[in-house]
């Protein structure tokens, strides 16, 4: 099973413009989080995949491996899906590139849901993580995944699922982590599938998947990475690795 990486990286960013490029003890954001895929040493092949040729020079001098998007797209999964036509692999995963500090036990549990299909049902593995807290869970940025019992996605929404009507029982709430790992062919169908009516109505990509019929593996982790989405971000980042080298 041949097991690829994909950095999708977009140079503007409505909140935060540039932010891939922004120094981080030394080094780019993007940088960064390419070298820590990297390191992991899970992957055949690492790729940042870019629309922006500041971001393809920055990952090219340090020998990188980088591919320049051809079309605009709506979402990371339609860049990756582009530039993974003509790559060998079975299973693709899609980390985030504004998120530095890979997470390895988690893409080491990603890749396991594939070496375990032993019957190849499953298109997409993503991680979960307990969300807490009123304000969390009816924070409409925190996207929120419901499952059967067997972990299969059954829908993600930006609204508090499942609705607690029952105030007597203790109902468990997840936020999805927007870390995918597919398998290819599921890829590169997304990317010919139109956008979903549920899809363009949440602005939740995933959710095109399942209104395609594709099955969703869900994996519970206990912590996610700092995402570097603001100034603010950035800074804490900082601190992070300040901590991490004392």
Do not use: W
Request: glycine letters at 4%; proline letters at 5%.
């Amino acid at each position: 099973m041949k097991v690829v990486a994909m950095i999708p990286a977009r140079y503007e960013a409505s909140r935060f413009p540039g932010k891939l490029m922004a120094d981080l003890h030394g080094k780019s954001v993007i940088l960064t989080t390419y070298l820590a895929t990297f390191n992991t040493g899970l992957f055949d092949e690492v790729y940042v995949v870019t629309d922006s040729a500041i971001i393809h020079d920055e990952i090219s001098a340090h020998n990188g491996k980088v591919i320049m998007s051809i079309e605009n797209h709506e979402s990371g999964s339609d860049r990756i899906a582009e530039a993974a036509e003509d790559i060998d692999a079975d299973i693709i995963i899609n980390v985030q590139g504004d998120e530095p500090f890979t997470q390895t036990d988690t893409l080491k549990k990603l890749i396991a849901v594939f070496e375990n299909d032993k019957i190849s049902e499953i298109d997409l593995a993503s991680p979960m993580v307990s969300l807490k807290g009123n304000e969390n869970i009816e924070n409409p940025n925190h996207v929120k995944v419901i499952t059967d019992q067997n972990n299969f996605a059954i829908y993600f929404s930006r609204s508090p699922i499942p609705y607690p009507r029952n105030q007597e029982i203790d109902i468990p709430y997840f936020k999805h982590v927007g870390i995918y790992a597919f398998r290819k062919k599921a890829l590169l169908a997304f990317k010919k599938t139109p956008m979903t009516p549920l899809e363009n109505a949440e602005k939740i990509e995933c959710i095109r998947y399942l209104e395609t019929g594709k099955k969703i593996k869900m994996v519970a982790i206990d912590h996610v990475g700092i995402s570097i989405d603001s100034p603010e971000d950035l800074e804490k980042a900082k601190e992070y690795m300040n901590s991490r080298n004392n």
